[in-house]
């Protein structure tokens, strides 16, 4: 259209009426505008900081921090820890509650999207009535709720529920034993290590077999053999000989409450659950979506072919259905680290609550923390982008 | 400023534009020259918005100073207040804001308009107070917030005045059997964050040597609820917050307050760094109601003691000197404030001393003649 507009219409006067040098020019002109914007933004900000003298730069990292936070996966204190302790603190306490909430979502979503598909009338119905419930509340209003309950419901710490084999659970979180390694627990290791070395070479060589012979072998039974049952075997004989490498820490009643072992927070709960059925309920729709775009054939083809339904499921229909499954996944794993942020309401300490909230406040240095907090978020979305397109590569269907 | 000279010629050119396309739709059917003139009208519009934000930002930078006149300009005051703390910023039954630290407001503006109901109170949570007065949301923040030197030198404010002497304190449930802030070894403690209070608790324990549970929440309310709920064994922040928090308990009377007070809490209002004479009135408006509270001006007796021969009264009522215009107000600033708030004694006792729930004692809020820390002043 444009080449045919170009030539039938008579050569233009001069070359201020073309429009390709017309569409250039306005081009630059709006990126000098964005650069001037950007740059007399950046100035103003500078010069009223400077004016107000309010401290700027990247300095305060360094200082020390003065408050605690409730959990850290790194050593931190207030008398040691400094901002960007606690900026590293936040940091790992978002991503323990994404890569697990991705974890649990991940399989609870392809269960209630598989359930939707059901046969059974009640397993389909009990799904859509799960998904059009949980997508429709706004996801703030479940983690109040989630967090309510969670609060409301427990003990106690004087009164804490005994769950057995070291458990406890109270309104102060699920206490458990807290494993302390002694000095010989490599020989533990080691087995893991050599049950999962052995495993991998077990199923390598059985697919091989498969594909040669047509004869199958119990690779799920060996797998649980190796990797389980390997360790717990080597730690039986160690016990056998004498030697213990791994003691259990036990919570014990304190003064207010149970000390020692392992302490969840009812927060990281709260929004652990939140995030997980929230999510689960779109991911479910994606599946369905994604199950409902392979074609009937297929399954009728592999029905014939002898394969059970659940082999079908998981052999014929999951695998083609992936390749329409992964992009929008994608975007799910990415709406539920940035959910995560919501913590901010239930007191968990993630990213925005410790950094953005108290650092922010106790350091008054807005720009810079906020501009940290963007980059952080873009940075981790974009590396999920990326670990998830290289996977779709993999899913996706290669035309020879 | 050079790009005003250069728009009236673009937007010269984008009419020619956008002519030559209407013409060219009469004629021909050249749907490409069309196209190329919507395309920069979109143009014209996203340089338009870009010229506008810079407008705008720049405008920001020119108006950082003279707060005096722009709250004149806009006819009423904004005041950074409570999101609700009884006693000190709290809307009552019929949405009125009430309390010490919202009169304080309700003074500034009687002093500039001669009407205490010429403020506009933005609730602000103890994390966001800050940036929005750093930003010009606020003219005034008066939200029972400490005076420290980070603040004062490194956030760009100033406090001008103190209108409560506080100090942190705890409040623990009756049946834990506590009776001292040294027993609370391994307690869970809510306290709100971004807060002097948060800074304190972990210093208290660390002094102490004890080990503690904090859970911190972004809003005052978040973390009373969350105290009340039972997520906490204490419940930590300024002793007078801890009176006006226990109101609001489901049973108030499961609640006490441990004697031990853990740290200095100088509460006063705070205004931006820079701008003195926005400062000065906001401290003479504080000092105006201590140093009536001490001549013995009331709101009931204000208009005769005009008529007083006391040099005190008549320099601080206006009818000696000229006091008030130094500030940029009027020469009765300090008879607009008496007559519309009351001085400093009568907003006390009515927000927070014996004629409110909360019933707080004078102690180091009274006047320096009565062993208080509260001294005005001179006027002169």
């Known amino acids: ?400 | 400023m050079g790009f005003d000279a250069a728009s009236p010629r673009w937007r010269g050119t984008v009419k020619n534009r956008v002519r030559r396309g209407l013409r060219g739709n009469n004629q021909l059917p050249p749907s490409h020259d069309v196209s190329v003139g919507e395309h920069t009208n979109m143009k014209k519009a996203l340089v338009s918005i870009a010229f506008g934000l810079t407008a705008s930002l720049l405008a920001t930078g020119a108006s950082a100073q003279a707060t005096l006149n722009s709250v004149k300009q806009k006819g009423f005051l904004t005041c950074g207040s409570n999101t609700g703390l009884a006693g000190f910023g709290q809307p009552d039954a019929q949405g009125n804001w009430t309390g010490l630290d919202v009169d304080l407001c309700r003074a500034i503006a009687a002093a500039i308009f001669d009407d205490p109901n010429k403020v506009r109170f933005i609730p602000l949570a103890a994390k966001d107070r800050f940036t929005a007065l750093q930003s010009g949301e606020v003219d005034v923040l008066s939200r029972n917030s400490t005076a420290t030197m980070s603040r004062d030198t490194q956030l760009g404010l100033d406090f001008p005045a103190i209108n409560y002497f506080d100090g942190q304190g705890f409040m623990v449930r009756k049946k834990l059997g506590v009776a001292s802030a040294k027993e609370l070894n391994g307690a869970s403690i809510c306290t709100q964050q971004g807060t002097t209070t948060e800074l304190n608790l972990a210093d208290y324990f660390r002094a102490n040597n004890m080990k503690y549970e904090v859970v911190a929440f972004a809003t005052s309310d978040e973390t009373f609820k969350a105290y009340d709920a039972g997520r906490c064994d204490a419940f930590t922040t300024d002793a007078s917050g801890l009176y006006a928090e226990r109101l609001r308990a489901s049973a108030p009377d499961d609640h006490i307050v441990l004697p031990e007070i853990i740290s200095k809490e100088p509460l006063g209002p705070a205004v931006r760094h820079g701008d003195n004479q926005w400062g000065d009135i906001v401290r003479w408006t504080h000092m105006a109601m201590l140093n009536a509270e001490e001549l013995g001006v009331t709101k009931a007796n204000v208009d005769q003691m005009k008529t007083s021969e006391n040099p005190e009264i008549k320099r601080l009522l206006g009818t000696e000197g000229k006091f008030g215009e130094a500030t940029g107000l009027t020469n009765d600033w300090a008879v607009r404030i008496i007559k519309h708030v009351g001085n400093y004694g009568e907003v006390f006792e009515k927000n927070v001393g014996e004629g409110s729930r909360l019933k707080i004692k004078r102690g180091q809020n009274a006047q320096w003649t009565k062993g208080g820390l509260q001294y005005g002043i001179p006027v002169r």
């Open chain 1, 1 to 400: 259209m444009q080449t045919v507009v170009s030539q039938t219409s008579p050569p233009q006067k001069s070359f201020l009426y073309d429009p390709k040098v017309r569409g250039i020019f306005y081009q630059v002109v709006l990126v000098a505008a964005i650069v001037f914007l950007f740059y007399v933004a950046a100035t103003n900000a500078i010069e009223n900081l400077q004016r107000a003298k309010i401290a700027s730069g990247f300095g305060f990292l360094n200082n020390t921090a003065g408050f605690d936070i409730s959990q850290t996966l790194i050593q931190f204190s207030a008398a040691g820890g400094t901002y960007g302790d606690a900026f590293i603190v936040g940091l790992l306490n978002t991503l323990l509650v994404s890569v697990i909430g991705i974890f649990f979502t991940t399989i609870l979503g392809f269960t209630i999207g598989i359930a939707r598909l059901s046969k059974n009338w009640m397993v389909a119905k009990v799904a859509m009535v799960y998904v059009e419930v949980l997508r429709n509340i706004p996801l703030l209003v479940q983690l109040l709720f989630w967090y309510i309950a969670v609060l409301g419901t427990l003990p106690q710490p004087r009164n804490s529920l005994e769950m057995g084999a070291g458990f406890y659970l109270n309104s102060r979180g699920l206490f458990m034993a807290k494993p302390l390694y002694a000095s010989d627990a490599w020989v533990l290791l080691a087995a893991l290590v050599v049950g999962l070395v052995g495993t991998f070479v077990y199923r390598h060589w059985a697919r091989k077999q498969q594909e040669q012979t047509g004869r199958q072998y119990p690779v799920g039974k060996v797998t649980l053999a190796l990797v389980i049952g390997l360790p717990i075997l080597t730690w039986i004989v160690l016990a056998l000989v004498g030697a213990n490498p791994i003691s259990f820490e036990l919570p014990r009643k304190g003064t207010f409450n149970l000390t020692g072992g392992m302490q969840i927070l009812p927060e990281f709960v709260a929004l652990l659950l939140g995030l997980v059925t929230y999510t689960a309920a779109f991911i479910a729709e994606v599946v369905r979506a994604g199950i409902l775009a392979v074609s009937k054939g297929q399954s009728e083809a592999a029905g014939s072919l002898g394969l059970t339904p659940g082999q079908t499921l998981r052999l014929v229909v999951i695998p083609q259905a992936m390749r329409v499954i992964v992009p929008p996944l994608t975007s799910q794993y990415l709406n539920l680290t940035k959910n995560s942020s919501l913590a901010v309401a239930i007191g968990y300490p993630d990213l925005v609550q410790v950094f953005m909230g108290t650092v922010l406040n106790q350091t008054g240095q807005a720009i810079e923390v906020v501009v940290i907090t963007m980059g952080v978020y873009l940075t981790i979305s974009l590396l999920t982008s990326f670990i998830m397109n290289v996977y779709n590569r993999r899913v996706a269907i290669v035309e020879r």
